[in-house]
Protein backbone atom coordinates (compact mmCIF):
# COMPACT_ATOMS: atom_id res chain seq x y z
CA UNK A 1 0.00 0.00 0.00
CA UNK A 2 1.40 3.23 -1.24
CA UNK A 3 0.21 5.35 1.95
CA UNK A 4 -0.71 4.25 5.00
CA UNK A 5 -3.67 5.80 6.59
CA UNK A 6 -3.10 7.67 9.78
CA UNK A 7 -5.56 7.68 12.73
CA UNK A 8 -6.81 11.29 14.15
CA UNK A 9 -7.05 10.54 17.78
CA UNK A 10 -3.40 8.91 17.52
CA UNK A 11 -1.61 5.91 18.20
CA UNK A 12 -0.20 3.86 21.37
CA UNK A 13 3.53 4.04 21.90
CA UNK A 14 4.23 0.77 21.48
CA UNK A 15 3.10 -2.22 21.30
CA UNK A 16 3.16 -3.26 24.74
CA UNK A 17 1.21 -0.55 25.45
CA UNK A 18 -1.35 -2.12 23.64
CA UNK A 19 -1.39 -5.10 24.40
CA UNK A 20 -1.76 -3.85 28.09
CA UNK A 21 -4.48 -1.45 26.98
CA UNK A 22 -6.57 -4.13 24.93
CA UNK A 23 -5.32 -7.14 28.14
CA UNK A 24 -7.24 -3.92 30.06
CA UNK A 25 -10.01 -4.33 27.85
CA UNK A 26 -10.89 -8.18 28.00
CA UNK A 27 -9.90 -8.86 31.70
CA UNK A 28 -13.00 -7.00 33.74
CA UNK A 29 -15.90 -7.94 35.65
CA UNK A 30 -16.26 -11.14 32.78
CA UNK A 31 -13.30 -12.94 34.16
CA UNK A 32 -14.09 -12.75 37.90
CA UNK A 33 -17.69 -11.99 37.98
CA UNK A 34 -19.62 -13.43 34.95
CA UNK A 35 -17.02 -16.45 34.31
CA UNK A 36 -17.77 -18.30 37.91
CA UNK A 37 -21.50 -17.25 37.71
CA UNK A 38 -22.55 -18.71 34.55
CA UNK A 39 -20.28 -21.80 34.78
CA UNK A 40 -22.41 -22.60 38.12
CA UNK A 41 -25.29 -21.74 36.20
CA UNK A 42 -24.15 -23.97 33.46
CA UNK A 43 -22.79 -27.14 35.80
CA UNK A 44 -19.06 -26.48 35.60
CA UNK A 45 -16.84 -28.45 33.41
CA UNK A 46 -18.61 -29.28 30.53
CA UNK A 47 -19.47 -25.37 30.29
CA UNK A 48 -15.49 -24.70 30.96
CA UNK A 49 -15.08 -26.58 27.97
CA UNK A 50 -17.34 -25.35 25.61
CA UNK A 51 -16.04 -22.47 26.59
CA UNK A 52 -12.42 -22.73 25.66
CA UNK A 53 -13.26 -24.47 22.54
CA UNK A 54 -15.23 -21.23 21.37
CA UNK A 55 -12.25 -18.77 22.42
CA UNK A 56 -9.69 -20.83 20.58
CA UNK A 57 -11.33 -21.33 17.23
CA UNK A 58 -13.82 -18.58 17.26
CA UNK A 59 -12.62 -15.86 19.50
CA UNK A 60 -8.58 -16.19 18.38
CA UNK A 61 -9.32 -15.84 14.44
CA UNK A 62 -11.98 -13.12 15.22
CA UNK A 63 -9.86 -10.91 17.36
CA UNK A 64 -6.83 -11.04 14.72
CA UNK A 65 -9.60 -9.56 12.21
CA UNK A 66 -10.91 -7.06 14.49
CA UNK A 67 -7.71 -5.81 14.58
CA UNK A 68 -6.49 -5.66 11.49
CA UNK A 69 -9.76 -4.32 10.38
CA UNK A 70 -8.91 -1.85 12.50
CA UNK A 71 -5.35 -0.93 11.85
CA UNK A 72 -6.07 -0.76 8.10
CA UNK A 73 -9.15 1.60 8.79
CA UNK A 74 -7.78 3.61 11.59
CA UNK A 75 -11.06 5.35 12.02
CA UNK A 76 -14.32 4.74 14.42
CA UNK A 77 -15.71 1.37 13.59
CA UNK A 78 -18.31 2.72 12.02
CA UNK A 79 -16.49 4.83 9.69
CA UNK A 80 -13.60 1.78 9.49
CA UNK A 81 -16.17 -0.42 7.68
CA UNK A 82 -17.16 2.06 5.58
CA UNK A 83 -13.86 3.11 4.06
CA UNK A 84 -13.10 -0.57 4.05
CA UNK A 85 -15.85 -1.93 2.07
CA UNK A 86 -15.73 0.89 -0.37
CA UNK A 87 -12.01 0.18 -0.97
CA UNK A 88 -13.00 -3.36 -1.84
CA UNK A 89 -15.61 -2.22 -3.95
CA UNK A 90 -18.68 -3.40 -1.71
CA UNK A 91 -21.25 -1.29 -0.21
CA UNK A 92 -20.54 1.30 2.17
CA UNK A 93 -23.60 0.26 4.27
CA UNK A 94 -21.21 -2.10 6.21
CA UNK A 95 -20.88 0.74 7.73
CA UNK A 96 -24.11 -0.53 9.82
CA UNK A 97 -21.81 -3.37 11.91
CA UNK A 98 -20.43 -0.41 13.66
CA UNK A 99 -23.35 1.20 14.61
CA UNK A 100 -25.05 -1.98 16.14
CA UNK A 101 -21.20 -2.36 18.14
CA UNK A 102 -22.19 1.24 19.26
CA UNK A 103 -25.45 0.48 20.27
CA UNK A 104 -24.02 -3.04 22.17
CA UNK A 105 -21.14 -0.76 23.74
CA UNK A 106 -24.16 1.74 25.23
CA UNK A 107 -26.27 -1.59 26.64
CA UNK A 108 -23.45 -3.71 27.85
CA UNK A 109 -21.92 -0.27 29.28
CA UNK A 110 -25.15 0.28 31.36
CA UNK A 111 -25.19 -2.63 33.28
CA UNK A 112 -21.30 -3.35 33.53
CA UNK A 113 -21.85 -0.15 35.40
CA UNK A 114 -24.30 -1.28 37.58
CA UNK A 115 -22.23 -4.02 38.38
CA UNK A 116 -19.15 -2.32 39.27
CA UNK A 117 -21.06 -0.29 41.28
CA UNK A 118 -21.29 -3.63 43.54
CA UNK A 119 -18.03 -3.90 43.77
CA UNK A 120 -17.55 -0.07 44.86
CA UNK A 121 -19.79 -0.47 48.06
CA UNK A 122 -17.79 -3.47 48.72
CA UNK A 123 -14.57 -1.60 48.48
CA UNK A 124 -16.11 0.42 51.57
CA UNK A 125 -17.84 -2.47 53.20
CA UNK A 126 -14.23 -4.81 53.02
CA UNK A 127 -12.25 -2.03 54.44
CA UNK A 128 -14.97 -0.45 57.57
CA UNK A 129 -14.88 -4.76 58.45
CA UNK A 130 -18.07 -5.58 57.46
CA UNK A 131 -16.72 -9.07 56.29
CA UNK A 132 -14.91 -9.86 59.20
CA UNK A 133 -15.55 -13.07 60.64
CA UNK A 134 -19.04 -12.83 58.99
CA UNK A 135 -21.00 -16.14 58.15
CA UNK A 136 -22.26 -17.33 54.79
CA UNK A 137 -25.16 -16.09 55.83
CA UNK A 138 -24.32 -12.78 56.93
CA UNK A 139 -22.26 -12.12 54.00
CA UNK A 140 -25.27 -13.19 51.67
CA UNK A 141 -27.65 -10.50 53.91
CA UNK A 142 -25.27 -8.18 52.94
CA UNK A 143 -25.19 -8.12 49.62
CA UNK A 144 -29.35 -8.53 49.50
CA UNK A 145 -29.09 -5.47 51.60
CA UNK A 146 -27.43 -3.68 49.05
CA UNK A 147 -29.24 -5.23 45.82
CA UNK A 148 -32.62 -4.23 47.74
CA UNK A 149 -31.94 -0.43 48.06
CA UNK A 150 -32.11 1.44 44.58
CA UNK A 151 -30.60 4.29 46.16
CA UNK A 152 -27.13 2.78 47.15
CA UNK A 153 -27.03 1.21 43.37
CA UNK A 154 -28.00 4.24 41.60
CA UNK A 155 -25.38 6.29 43.92
CA UNK A 156 -22.68 3.59 42.98
CA UNK A 157 -24.05 3.19 39.34
CA UNK A 158 -23.60 7.31 38.97
CA UNK A 159 -19.84 7.42 40.15
CA UNK A 160 -18.61 4.70 38.22
CA UNK A 161 -20.04 6.32 34.95
CA UNK A 162 -18.72 9.25 35.75
CA UNK A 163 -15.14 7.57 36.54
CA UNK A 164 -15.50 5.98 33.15
CA UNK A 165 -16.38 9.03 31.27
CA UNK A 166 -13.48 11.35 33.14
CA UNK A 167 -10.87 8.74 31.66
CA UNK A 168 -12.92 8.90 28.36
CA UNK A 169 -12.74 12.43 27.94
CA UNK A 170 -8.92 12.59 28.76
CA UNK A 171 -8.67 10.07 25.87
CA UNK A 172 -8.12 6.15 26.51
CA UNK A 173 -4.23 6.66 25.74
CA UNK A 174 -3.53 8.88 28.93
CA UNK A 175 -5.98 8.00 31.17
CA UNK A 176 -6.01 4.88 32.44
CA UNK A 177 -2.36 3.59 30.90
CA UNK A 178 -0.11 3.65 33.57
CA UNK A 179 -2.14 2.65 36.30
CA UNK A 180 -2.99 -0.88 34.21
CA UNK A 181 0.57 -1.40 34.18
CA UNK A 182 0.75 -2.27 37.91
CA UNK A 183 -2.72 -3.19 38.94
CA UNK A 184 -3.18 -5.86 36.52
CA UNK A 185 -0.40 -7.77 37.62
CA UNK A 186 -1.25 -7.09 41.26
CA UNK A 187 -4.80 -8.25 40.20
CA UNK A 188 -3.35 -11.90 39.63
CA UNK A 189 -1.21 -11.73 42.46
CA UNK A 190 -4.54 -11.51 44.74
CA UNK A 191 -5.79 -14.30 43.01
CA UNK A 192 -3.41 -16.42 43.50
CA UNK A 193 -3.80 -15.84 47.59
CA UNK A 194 -7.43 -16.51 46.97
CA UNK A 195 -6.27 -19.78 45.42
CA UNK A 196 -3.65 -20.52 48.08
CA UNK A 197 -6.65 -19.34 50.53
CA UNK A 198 -9.00 -22.13 48.85
CA UNK A 199 -6.48 -24.94 48.97
CA UNK A 200 -7.21 -25.19 52.51
CA UNK A 201 -10.46 -25.07 52.62
CA UNK A 202 -10.83 -28.79 52.51
CA UNK A 203 -13.01 -28.51 49.49
CA UNK A 204 -10.34 -27.86 46.55
CA UNK A 205 -10.64 -30.95 44.68
CA UNK A 206 -14.25 -30.78 44.60
CA UNK A 207 -14.19 -27.25 43.02
CA UNK A 208 -11.38 -28.29 40.46
CA UNK A 209 -13.22 -31.21 39.88
CA UNK A 210 -16.76 -28.49 39.04
CA UNK A 211 -14.38 -26.82 36.84
CA UNK A 212 -12.65 -29.57 35.17
CA UNK A 213 -14.25 -32.67 34.88
CA UNK A 214 -17.00 -32.52 32.08
CA UNK A 215 -20.31 -33.58 32.59
CA UNK A 216 -22.37 -33.29 29.55
CA UNK A 217 -25.47 -34.13 30.94
CA UNK A 218 -25.67 -30.89 32.77
CA UNK A 219 -25.42 -28.59 29.84
CA UNK A 220 -29.05 -26.98 29.38
CA UNK A 221 -30.47 -26.01 26.21
CA UNK A 222 -28.26 -22.66 25.94
CA UNK A 223 -25.84 -23.46 27.76
CA UNK A 224 -23.37 -23.84 24.10
CA UNK A 225 -24.99 -20.21 23.32
CA UNK A 226 -24.40 -18.83 26.28
CA UNK A 227 -20.49 -20.18 26.70
CA UNK A 228 -20.13 -18.91 22.74
CA UNK A 229 -21.55 -15.14 23.98
CA UNK A 230 -19.29 -15.38 27.33
CA UNK A 231 -15.98 -15.86 24.58
CA UNK A 232 -17.18 -12.74 22.93
CA UNK A 233 -18.16 -11.00 25.71
CA UNK A 234 -14.67 -11.73 27.86
CA UNK A 235 -12.01 -10.53 24.99
CA UNK A 236 -14.61 -7.76 24.78
CA UNK A 237 -15.39 -8.71 20.64
CA UNK A 238 -17.80 -8.25 18.41
CA UNK A 239 -18.79 -5.15 18.67
CA UNK A 240 -15.79 -2.51 17.88
CA UNK A 241 -13.95 -2.15 20.92
CA UNK A 242 -11.06 -4.20 20.18
CA UNK A 243 -11.34 -2.71 16.78
CA UNK A 244 -11.04 0.88 17.89
CA UNK A 245 -8.05 -0.30 20.26
CA UNK A 246 -6.30 -1.81 16.72
CA UNK A 247 -6.95 1.64 14.91
CA UNK A 248 -4.20 3.10 17.62
CA UNK A 249 -1.72 0.13 16.64
CA UNK A 250 1.82 0.72 15.11
CA UNK A 251 1.79 -0.74 11.72
CA UNK A 252 5.00 -2.70 12.26
CA UNK A 253 3.57 -4.55 15.57
CA UNK A 254 2.62 -8.27 15.10
CA UNK A 255 -1.03 -8.66 15.11
CA UNK A 256 -1.13 -12.92 15.70
CA UNK A 257 1.26 -12.64 18.58
CA UNK A 258 -0.45 -10.23 20.48
CA UNK A 259 -3.96 -11.87 20.10
CA UNK A 260 -2.55 -14.86 21.62
CA UNK A 261 -0.88 -12.91 24.77
CA UNK A 262 -4.39 -11.53 25.21
CA UNK A 263 -6.33 -14.63 24.77
CA UNK A 264 -4.38 -16.52 27.09
CA UNK A 265 -4.28 -13.88 29.67
CA UNK A 266 -7.90 -12.95 29.48
CA UNK A 267 -8.43 -17.38 29.91
CA UNK A 268 -5.74 -17.89 32.97
CA UNK A 269 -7.35 -14.94 34.89
CA UNK A 270 -10.64 -16.41 34.57
CA UNK A 271 -9.49 -20.20 35.50
CA UNK A 272 -7.63 -18.58 38.32
CA UNK A 273 -11.05 -17.10 39.70
CA UNK A 274 -13.18 -19.99 39.11
CA UNK A 275 -9.66 -22.43 40.86
CA UNK A 276 -10.66 -19.60 43.84
CA UNK A 277 -14.23 -19.73 44.36
CA UNK A 278 -15.85 -22.93 43.65
CA UNK A 279 -13.63 -24.15 46.48
CA UNK A 280 -15.44 -21.28 48.94
CA UNK A 281 -18.73 -22.22 47.40
CA UNK A 282 -18.61 -25.99 48.42
CA UNK A 283 -16.70 -25.53 51.39
CA UNK A 284 -19.80 -23.04 52.45
CA UNK A 285 -22.63 -25.25 51.55
CA UNK A 286 -23.04 -22.40 49.22
CA UNK A 287 -25.21 -23.04 45.68
CA UNK A 288 -23.00 -22.62 42.61
CA UNK A 289 -25.70 -21.92 40.56
CA UNK A 290 -26.66 -18.81 42.64
CA UNK A 291 -26.57 -16.31 39.36
CA UNK A 292 -24.97 -12.73 39.60
CA UNK A 293 -24.18 -12.29 43.46
CA UNK A 294 -22.46 -15.36 43.34
CA UNK A 295 -18.74 -13.98 43.96
CA UNK A 296 -20.27 -11.36 46.05
CA UNK A 297 -21.44 -13.97 48.49
CA UNK A 298 -18.59 -16.10 48.59
CA UNK A 299 -15.17 -13.93 48.44
CA UNK A 300 -16.01 -11.77 51.27
CA UNK A 301 -16.37 -15.31 53.65
CA UNK A 302 -12.48 -16.19 52.46
CA UNK A 303 -11.07 -12.82 53.43
CA UNK A 304 -13.44 -12.49 56.45
CA UNK A 305 -11.77 -15.59 57.82
CA UNK A 306 -7.95 -15.07 56.35
CA UNK A 307 -5.31 -13.48 58.41
CA UNK A 308 -4.84 -9.54 57.00
CA UNK A 309 -8.18 -10.06 55.27
CA UNK A 310 -9.39 -6.64 55.44
CA UNK A 311 -6.07 -5.39 53.90
CA UNK A 312 -6.79 -8.45 51.21
CA UNK A 313 -10.28 -8.28 50.70
CA UNK A 314 -10.52 -3.91 50.33
CA UNK A 315 -7.24 -4.26 47.71
CA UNK A 316 -9.17 -7.38 45.97
CA UNK A 317 -12.62 -5.43 45.71
CA UNK A 318 -10.46 -1.87 44.69
CA UNK A 319 -8.74 -3.85 41.87
CA UNK A 320 -11.85 -5.21 40.27
CA UNK A 321 -12.89 -1.82 40.25
CA UNK A 322 -10.14 -1.29 38.00
CA UNK A 323 -10.28 -4.19 36.09
CA UNK A 324 -14.13 -3.09 35.21
CA UNK A 325 -12.42 0.70 34.67
CA UNK A 326 -10.20 -0.01 31.89
CA UNK A 327 -13.05 -2.67 30.52
CA UNK A 328 -15.34 0.08 30.59
CA UNK A 329 -13.51 2.85 28.93
CA UNK A 330 -13.64 0.46 26.00
CA UNK A 331 -17.32 -0.10 25.66
CA UNK A 332 -17.98 3.74 24.76
CA UNK A 333 -14.61 4.27 23.22
CA UNK A 334 -16.04 3.67 19.86
CA UNK A 335 -19.03 5.65 19.99
CA UNK A 336 -16.52 8.61 21.27
CA UNK A 337 -14.48 8.66 18.25
CA UNK A 338 -17.14 8.41 16.21
CA UNK A 339 -19.01 11.69 17.81
CA UNK A 340 -15.52 13.47 17.44
CA UNK A 341 -14.87 12.78 13.64
CA UNK A 342 -18.67 12.55 12.17
CA UNK A 343 -19.91 15.15 14.91
CA UNK A 344 -16.95 17.58 15.56
CA UNK A 345 -16.92 17.06 19.35
CA UNK A 346 -14.85 17.72 21.94
CA UNK A 347 -13.92 14.33 23.56
CA UNK A 348 -14.90 15.98 26.90
CA UNK A 349 -18.60 16.53 25.47
CA UNK A 350 -19.13 13.43 23.63
CA UNK A 351 -17.74 11.69 26.74
CA UNK A 352 -20.59 13.82 28.78
CA UNK A 353 -23.42 12.92 26.28
CA UNK A 354 -22.07 9.14 26.32
CA UNK A 355 -22.13 9.56 30.16
CA UNK A 356 -25.65 10.31 30.16
CA UNK A 357 -27.35 8.13 28.12
CA UNK A 358 -25.70 4.91 29.51
CA UNK A 359 -26.46 6.63 33.00
CA UNK A 360 -30.01 6.36 31.64
CA UNK A 361 -30.04 2.74 30.27
CA UNK A 362 -28.23 1.88 33.41
CA UNK A 363 -31.51 3.06 36.00
CA UNK A 364 -33.57 -0.40 33.95
CA UNK A 365 -31.10 -2.31 35.68
CA UNK A 366 -30.68 -0.81 38.80
CA UNK A 367 -34.37 -1.16 39.46
CA UNK A 368 -34.71 -4.86 37.96
CA UNK A 369 -32.87 -5.95 41.26
CA UNK A 370 -35.48 -4.33 43.29
CA UNK A 371 -38.93 -2.53 42.26
CA UNK A 372 -38.56 -4.02 39.09
CA UNK A 373 -37.70 -7.67 39.89
CA UNK A 374 -41.21 -8.77 39.20
CA UNK A 375 -41.24 -7.49 35.82
CA UNK A 376 -40.11 -10.52 33.59
CA UNK A 377 -40.43 -11.34 29.83
CA UNK A 378 -39.58 -15.05 28.99
CA UNK A 379 -38.76 -15.44 32.55
CA UNK A 380 -36.17 -12.82 32.50
CA UNK A 381 -35.90 -9.48 34.39
CA UNK A 382 -34.73 -6.24 32.71
CA UNK A 383 -30.75 -6.83 33.24
CA UNK A 384 -30.97 -10.52 32.59
CA UNK A 385 -32.92 -9.70 29.31
CA UNK A 386 -30.22 -7.09 28.23
CA UNK A 387 -27.57 -9.27 29.46
CA UNK A 388 -28.47 -12.20 27.17
CA UNK A 389 -29.43 -10.01 24.30
CA UNK A 390 -25.82 -8.25 23.93
CA UNK A 391 -23.21 -11.22 24.97
CA UNK A 392 -25.63 -14.17 23.22
CA UNK A 393 -27.05 -12.41 20.57
CA UNK A 394 -25.48 -9.00 19.31
CA UNK A 395 -21.97 -9.86 19.74
CA UNK A 396 -21.92 -13.24 18.20
CA UNK A 397 -23.72 -11.63 15.44
CA UNK A 398 -21.13 -8.57 15.20
CA UNK A 399 -18.89 -11.34 15.35
CA UNK A 400 -19.85 -12.84 12.74
CA UNK A 401 -19.65 -10.21 10.61
CA UNK A 402 -16.47 -8.98 10.98
CA UNK A 403 -15.21 -12.68 10.33
CA UNK A 404 -17.29 -12.49 6.83
CA UNK A 405 -15.63 -8.95 6.25
CA UNK A 406 -12.23 -9.94 7.03
CA UNK A 407 -12.41 -13.66 5.14
CA UNK A 408 -14.87 -12.30 1.87
CA UNK A 409 -14.50 -8.96 1.45
CA UNK A 410 -11.55 -7.39 2.03
CA UNK A 411 -8.74 -8.89 -0.20
CA UNK A 412 -6.16 -11.83 0.49
CA UNK A 413 -3.41 -8.73 -0.22
CA UNK A 414 -4.84 -6.77 2.29
CA UNK A 415 -4.91 -9.04 5.30
CA UNK A 416 -1.94 -10.54 4.35
CA UNK A 417 -0.05 -7.10 4.60
CA UNK A 418 -1.89 -6.44 8.31
CA UNK A 419 -0.97 -9.49 9.56
CA UNK A 420 2.28 -9.55 8.04
CA UNK A 421 2.29 -12.75 6.31
CA UNK A 422 2.27 -14.28 2.80
CA UNK A 423 0.75 -17.31 1.75
CA UNK A 424 2.30 -19.34 4.16
CA UNK A 425 0.36 -22.29 6.99
CA UNK A 426 -0.39 -19.29 9.70
CA UNK A 427 -2.33 -17.36 7.37
CA UNK A 428 -4.06 -19.80 5.41
CA UNK A 429 -5.17 -21.39 8.66
CA UNK A 430 -6.35 -18.26 9.85
CA UNK A 431 -8.58 -17.15 6.45
CA UNK A 432 -9.75 -20.97 6.89
CA UNK A 433 -11.36 -20.44 10.23
CA UNK A 434 -12.62 -16.97 9.79
CA UNK A 435 -14.11 -17.51 6.07
CA UNK A 436 -15.60 -21.43 6.90
CA UNK A 437 -15.12 -22.13 10.67
CA UNK A 438 -16.12 -19.14 12.80
CA UNK A 439 -19.05 -18.24 10.49
CA UNK A 440 -20.44 -22.16 10.73
CA UNK A 441 -20.05 -22.50 14.19
CA UNK A 442 -21.85 -19.31 14.91
CA UNK A 443 -25.07 -20.40 12.74
CA UNK A 444 -25.15 -24.00 14.23
CA UNK A 445 -24.66 -22.39 17.62
CA UNK A 446 -27.49 -20.02 17.12
CA UNK A 447 -29.96 -22.95 15.48
CA UNK A 448 -29.00 -25.31 18.75
CA UNK A 449 -30.39 -22.76 21.36
CA UNK A 450 -33.53 -22.23 18.94
CA UNK A 451 -33.62 -26.02 18.60
CA UNK A 452 -33.42 -25.92 15.04
CA UNK A 453 -30.44 -28.82 15.55
N1 LIG B 1 -14.29 -8.03 28.27
C1 LIG B 1 -14.75 -7.25 29.37
C2 LIG B 1 -14.93 -8.18 30.56
O1 LIG B 1 -14.72 -9.35 30.43
C3 LIG B 1 -16.00 -6.47 29.07
C4 LIG B 1 -15.90 -5.70 27.81
C5 LIG B 1 -15.11 -4.64 27.55
C6 LIG B 1 -16.57 -6.00 26.61
N2 LIG B 1 -15.26 -4.25 26.24
C7 LIG B 1 -16.14 -5.07 25.66
C8 LIG B 1 -17.50 -6.96 26.29
C9 LIG B 1 -16.62 -5.12 24.36
C10 LIG B 1 -17.97 -7.00 24.99
C11 LIG B 1 -17.54 -6.11 24.04
O2 LIG B 1 -15.28 -7.75 31.62
Known sequence: MAERRKSMHGEWSSRWVFIMAATGSAVGLGNIWKFPYITGENGGGAFVLLYLLCIAIIGIPIMMAEILIGR????????????????????PHWKFLGWSGVVAGFLILSYYSVIAGWALSYVFRSAGGSFDGASADEVGAIFDGLLASPESLLAWHTIFIVMTMMVVARGVRHGLEKAIRFLMPTLFMLLLILVGYALNTGAFSQGLEFLFSPDFSKLSQDSVLVAMGHAFFTLSLGMGAIMIYGSYVPHKASITGTTFYIAGADTMVALVAGMAI???????????????GLIFVTLPIAFGQMPGGLFFGTLFFVLIVFAAWSSAISLIEPAITWLVENKGMKRATASIG????????????????????????????????????????????GGLMIAVFAGWIMTKQATQE????????GYRMWRFLVRYVTPLGVTVVFLNAIGVI
Open 418 to 425: ELHMHDHF
Open 278 to 292: FPIVFANGLEPGAGP
Open 72 to 91: RGRQSPINTMATLAKEASHS
Open 354 to 397: AGIVTWFVGVGTVLSFNLWSGYKLFDKTFFDLLDYLTANIMLPL
